[in-house]
């Protein structure tokens, strides 16, 4: 498996961003973190490669990634301000960011946004938590507690290999 890093979580969640602000949806920090682990998950198991170097950990409310989780803690359980963390405001702009992602990620993106975007928060924390990949990582800590355990590929491979 390539580790080339092919984008980064943040503008993961930027092209999320600017799609829910298109659709007139809202998502908050917490939806974020699931939005994006499920975009890793899905395009590690269609192109068989990571779509972000960065490793994703079993945290108590499910998959997080450190760095988004940094980029986002300020918005606490809050919607996001999309112009605010985004930097686009406006459509000419949106096109231009969109148009530097690559065609194989954004097909991917866009799989997950429809698939994943009519959940709430809680619905996706509760879905990662009766997946494998969540519970192998969370293996023997207790509920609350915080680890730095990386959740594998190998695991996420074998969750979602009929997506």
């Not at 984008?7 to 829910?20: G, R």
């Not at 997950?112 to 009766?130: N, Q």
Request: aromatic letters at 12%; zero cysteines.
């Amino acid at each position: 498996m390539e580790n080339k890093v092919l984008i980064s979580p943040s503008a993961v969640a930027k092209y999320f961003l600017v799609k829910a602000r298109e659709d007139g949806e809202l998502i908050s920090p917490l939806k974020m973190q699931k939005l994006v682990y499920y975009a890793y998950a899905w395009f590690l198991v269609k192109k068989n490669e990571r779509l972000f170097k960065e490793g994703i950990q079993a945290w108590p409310n499910g998959p997080v990634i450190p760095s988004l989780y940094q980029e986002l803690k300020k918005y606490g359980s809050n919607p996001i301000n999309s112009e605010e963390f985004t930097g686009i405001d406006s459509q000419v702009n949106s096109d231009k960011f969109i148009a530097t992602i690559p065609e194989e990620i954004l097909s991917v993106l866009d799989e997950v946004y429809s698939k994943y975007m009519v959940f709430t928060p809680f619905e996706l924390v509760m879905l990662t938590h009766s997946e494998k990949p969540w519970n192998e990582a969370r293996k023997g800590l207790l509920a609350s507690q915080h680890t730095t355990k990386v959740i594998g590929d190998k695991d996420i491979l074998e969750q979602y290999k009929t997506v």
